[in-house]
């Protein structure tokens, strides 16, 4: 078993990350934060190929020292999971960071849920982010060493009328993460979980206008990630809540 009080440590030039939903939003400005951090290789994945090139050359044009690549994949089929794992470990070898970031929410009453509606909800924020992570832990504990963040929502703890599937696979996300929590915690791992909670993130925000009132800035998500992964390694991360005013 470990021993947490001489955890080993990587600076992030060392580091490899993989973003899930990474060419736009939240993903394509924590990639973006990622790099001006100093990472050395980000991964960024998504379903939306031309999207996903698109933020993938900006990025590299930004940033020429570091690596990024891009892999198009649909989080809802498992075939396709298993070949991003597989371009990874060809790619940027094993993933020390993973931010399960994939997610959407169908709006429909209570009384009003269909099937696809539901099916879609559950797959993409809950099932492919529990095969994801089942492929990608065994990396992480071999060298025992990795963060596993995943965007929440505050929807994970308060249930919303609107979005009962939504509110339903973040529920979810939140028990399946404090369950990968407890088994790194149990054997003395140097792996971390961390769920970010926000409220409203104003995705589109441009970087000098501030958010609509209520919401986030989307640069403070970034901001709160790097934070998260910049203490030491004996901190052990829970749920961070964040809302805007």
């Known amino acids: 078993m470990a021993n947490n009080n001489t955890m080993s ?5 060392e580091q490899t990350a993989l973003i899930t939903g990474g060419g736009s939003g939240i993903g394509r400005v924590m990639a973006h934060s990622m790099l001006e951090a100093g990472f050395g290789t980000v991964l960024i994945a998504s379903r939306r190929g031309l999207v ?31 070949d991003l794992v597989e371009f990874a470990k060809g790619q940027i ?6 931010i399960n970031n994939s997610g959407l929410a169908v709006p429909e009453a209570v009384e009003s849920i269909t099937e696809d509606g539901w099916n879609t909800v559950l797959e993409t924020n809950l099932r492919g982010v529990m095969w994801l992570t089942q492929l990608l832990l065994p990396g992480m504990k071999a060298q025992n060493f990795g963060d596993i963040v995943n965007v929440a929502s505050q929807a994970g703890k308060h249930g919303y009328a609107d ?16 369950s990968v929590r407890d088994d790194v915690c149990r054997r003395g791992l140097n792996i971390r979980i961390v769920n970010l909670c926000p409220a409203l993130v104003d995705v ?6 501030p958010p609509r009132p209520g919401f986030l800035h989307v640069r ?11 203490l030491d390694r004996n901190v052990v991360l829970h749920d961070i809540g964040l809302s805007g005013r």
């Open 9 to 13: 440590n990587k600076s992030f030039h």
């Open 52 to 82: 996903l090139r698109e933020t993938c050359d900006s990025l590299a044009r930004m940033f020429p020292k570091q690596r990024v690549v891009h892999f198009e994949f649909d989080i809802r089929v498992r075939s396709q999971v298993e």
């Open 93 to 98: 070898g094993v993933v020390d960071v993973l």
């Open 163 to 178: 979005v009962p599937s939504y509110c339903a696979s973040k529920f979810g996300l939140l028990g399946f993460a404090e």
């Open 204 to 209: 589109e925000s441009d970087p000098e206008t």
């Open 220 to 230: 403070t998500m970034a901001q709160t990630l790097i934070y998260c992964l910049s």
